[in-house]
Each structure stands twice: as structure tokens, then as C-alpha cells.
């Protein structure tokens, strides 16, 4: 799978490398933006309040 | 060395075929499963740095916020629009000597949603305002996101917290701390566990998960308004008293 990423990336090995490098900066942006607060709000060590149910 | 009259070469293609495509299936579970394995590893750095380092952020930006408000709008004109606070703002900063390096100059926000509770300690909107008679009850996280209430096991009975809002210090003593279930908003009652009393005292009430990672229970510290000083006078002993 990354093998078949890695030829699919133009350039010689130098431009592969920081392609990869930018790639991967901008999935763990994404998650650390969106993904993890979304998985967060399920955790139950967030839950400080008391609320009548 | 296969010999002539040997079995069809179809066959042979056709099982290295089948080993190569069940190799390429397993080498792609395979990675899939240490992305996977990587993210989650992320997941945990995210969750027990990250967000405490974001939450570090996010109370120093809240606290510069409260203290120019306090400065620029004059008291009177605060006192006018007293007591509704907008959701999501903040009004006061807490302290309490013995989770110094927790609270401390700490921004209480109204509201208590997700947002209001990664900037520090929130407000329970339907409670009373600082030194106001009935319940000034707050919430804060104990693990993660900042942590003010990380340190609440060790609180006791005496322990100071002091509240500073625009033109005064509220210095409140804590009584009793209980733990109890998810539910019970009694705690948060103007009289706490009756509902119909009339209020003849300030109280506050901190909130936070119990045990510290999970969220089967609340433990939950109450106190009672010992002092209240101005802020044209000298700041109360347990603020500026060294620890």
C-alpha cells in the first residue's frame, strides 16, 4: 500500500521524501484539528458535571 | 527443472497468482493495522499532552481577556448589567492555595459545554454569581484538557478557594466534599438537598469526575463565603501568601 504510494510519487527520491513528509504533516493536522476532539467527546473521564436525567 | 510432460503451466501461474494476491491482501492488513496502531499512539499524546498544553493556552488568552475587561469597562456599568454573564465568557479568576499548581489565577467561564471547560473552571449558568447568597457552583476537568481539578483528592476541610472578579475578592472555605452519582444536581441547589430553602448563605460548589478517568460518579467539595474584600484594599492573605 505506502510501497505503491511511494512510486506513485513524482520526482526523484529527495522531492518523494518531502512530499511524504507534508502528507503525513497535514493527516496528523487533520487529526488532532478534527478527528481526535470528535473521538474526545465520547471519553468518559470529560464528563465533570452533574445533570438531572 | 520441471521435466517436459509436467502439469499445465496454467496451474502453476494460477496458484502463484493466488499466493501473490493473498500476499498483497495480508501486506495491506498488515499496514493498515500499524497505521492504525500509529494513530492511536497519536490518539494518546493528543489526549494527555496535547489538549493540557492547548488548555495551558487557551486559560493565559482567557485570563489577559478578564483582566483588560476589568480594566477598560468601568464597575459600575458591570454592576448594571449584572447578573447575567454571556454564555462563554468569562468573568473571574480562581485560586486555591492547596492545588496551587493547578488553580491559580485560573479563568472561570460561564457555561460549562466542552468549550467553556477547556479554558478553565465553568459556571454552572442556572447557579448564583460570586459572594450572591445560594450556590456559586463550578466545574473543571480532572483528567486531561487542562486538569484544574486534577489534585481534588487532596482537599480538605479548611482549604481556601478565592474567587477575584472585577472589583472583588471572594475568599470561600471549603466544608464537606461527597462523592455522588452523575445525576444528582441537587448538589448544585441554592440550599444543596433542599430545593424549596431560602438561601442564607454563599455558598460554592466544584465539581469534577470521579474516579479521575472514568465517569460513574462526581466528587464534589462545598464551601461557605468567609470573606469578602475590595479590591481598592490589599488582596486576601491566601493569595498573596507564598506558598
Known amino acids: 500500500m505506502y510501497a505503491a504510494l511511494w512510486r506513485a510519487l513524482p520526482g526523484p527520491a529527495a522531492v518523494k521524501l518531502l512530499v511524504t513528509a507534508l502528507l503525513l504533516l497535514v493527516v496528523v493536522a487533520v487529526l488532532f484539528e478534527l478527528v481526535f476532539p470528535w473521538a474526545e467527546q465520547s471519553l468518559p473521564f470529560l464528563e465533570v458535571t452533574v445533570d438531572a436525567r | ?243
Open chain 2, 1 to 243: 527443472m520441471r521435466a517436459a510432460g509436467s502439469p499445465p503451466t496454467e496451474t502453476v501461474t494460477g496458484s502463484t497468482g493466488i499466493r501473490a494476491t493473498a500476499w498483497r491482501v495480508l501486506s495491506v492488513l498488515g499496514e493498515l493495522s500499524i497505521t492504525l496502531g500509529v494513530v492511536l499512539a497519536l490518539f494518546v499524546v493528543y489526549q494527555l499532552i496535547w489538549t493540557n498544553v492547548r488548555a495551558d493556552r487557551l486559560a493565559d488568552a482567557t485570563r489577559s481577556e478578564v483582566t483588560r475587561s476589568w480594566t477598560t469597562s468601568p464597575p459600575d456599568r458591570r454592576a448594571l448589567e449584572a447578573p447575567t454573564v454571556p454564555v462563554g465568557d468569562a468573568f473571574a479568576l480562581a485560586y486555591i492555595p492547596r492545588l496551587r499548581s493547578s488553580i491559580w489565577g485560573t479563568p472561570i467561564v460561564q457555561g460549562v459545554s466542552a468549550q467553556a471547560l477547556a479554558r478553565g473552571l465553568g459556571h454552572y449558568t442556572s447557579t448564583a454569581l460570586p459572594g450572591e447568597l445560594g450556590n456559586f457552583a463550578l466545574a473543571g476537568h480532572r483528567a486531561t484538557n487542562g486538569e484544574p481539578l486534577r489534585d481534588i483528592d487532596t482537599l480538605q476541610t479548611g482549604d481556601l478557594v478565592v474567587v477575584e472578579t472585577a472589583d472583588q475578592w471572594f475568599t470561600y472555605s471549603l466544608d464537606r466534599g461527597q462523592i455522588v452519582g452523575p445525576s444528582d444536581a441537587w448538589v448544585l441547589d441554592s440550599v444543596p438537598g433542599s430545593p424549596a430553602a431560602t438561601p442564607t448563605q454563599a455558598l460554592i460548589t466544584l465539581t469534577t469526575c470521579h474516579p479521575r478517568w472514568g465517569s460513574e460518579q462526581r466528587w464534589v467539595w462545598w464551601g461557605t463565603l468567609v470573606e469578602v474584600t475590595g479590591k481598592d484594599g490589599q488582596p486576601p492573605a491566601a493569595v498573596t501568601n507564598e506558598a
